[in-house]
């Protein structure tokens, strides 16, 4: 069940350039998308959401670009820092599920280096 | 800032032995979840849980697992007979109200030998 993909597994920046974070999906009823952040050893943590009406949404150093008709989400994160390195989960939730359950890519490990 | 707080982080077991792990949700928080992560593969949905019973749960989730929040504030994950391929991350989440970034813990690691 692949309906959300992440084809990169990892990503590599330098220090203050931008990365960027690419997710797609295949279900045409996901209507929320959401990125997380994880440590190893540690829970995903929340970044930052983009709801299906809107095509982007930003929050300090994060955005979120949203392409329903390509079916494709980005994260950006201008200027990289170190502390960004970790692994970047994509997930999509639908309305019509009712109950917030989340569908998650495979993860982008993104290294940014001093 | 308020967690999820998960215990024990790290369990090991043997196979066919039963588990129960166990959640804290952050206290004003309605809606719960069951994550895992098998090494090497994304996160998958196991079960959600509201007004004390099931919402949704996942192929997964078959007759091997329950969840129960017993008391108000704790909520468990049961594994009544583990199998070596249970073995994973298990992550417990939990959100003040639906399609919203929910707060994840920091997992339990469970290992059936």
């Known amino acids: 069940d692949q309906q959300v993909k992440q084809n990169s597994p990892s990503l590599s920046v330098q220090e203050g350039r931008i990365s960027i974070l690419n997710c797609d999906y295949t279900n045409s009823m996901f209507d929320y998308f959401l990125w997380y952040k994880k440590y190893p050893a540690e829970g995903p943590t929340f970044l930052i959401s983009i709801s299906s009406i809107k095509d982007k949404n930003e929050d300090g150093r994060f955005t979120v670009f949203l392409n329903k008709s390509a079916k494709h989400l980005s994260l950006h994160i201008v200027p990289s820092q170190p502390g960004d390195s970790a692994v970047y989960f994509c997930?999509?939730?639908?309305?019509?599920?009712?109950?917030?359950?989340?569908?998650f890519g495979q993860g982008t490990t993104l290294q940014v280096k001093p | 800032e308020p967690e999820v707080t998960q215990t024990p982080s790290h369990q090991v077991t043997q196979m066919g032995q039963e588990v129960i792990l166990r959640c804290v949700p952050i206290s004003n928080h309605l809606y719960f979840y069951w994550y895992r992560q098998i090494l090497g593969q994304k996160v998958e949905f196991l079960v959600s849980?509201?007004?004390?019973?099931?919402?949704?749960k996942s192929e997964i989730f078959d007759d091997q697992f329950s969840v129960e929040r017993p008391d108000g504030s704790n909520f468990t994950l049961k594994i009544r007979s583990t199998k070596l391929e249970d073995s994973a991350m298990y992550f417990c989440a939990s959100s003040g109200r639906q399609n919203y970034g929910y707060t994840f813990g920091s997992g339990t690691r469970l290992t059936v030998v």
């Open positions: 997930a999509a939730s639908g309305v019509s599920s009712n109950t917030g359950k989340l569908i």
């Open positions: 849980f509201y007004n004390n019973e099931i919402s949704e």
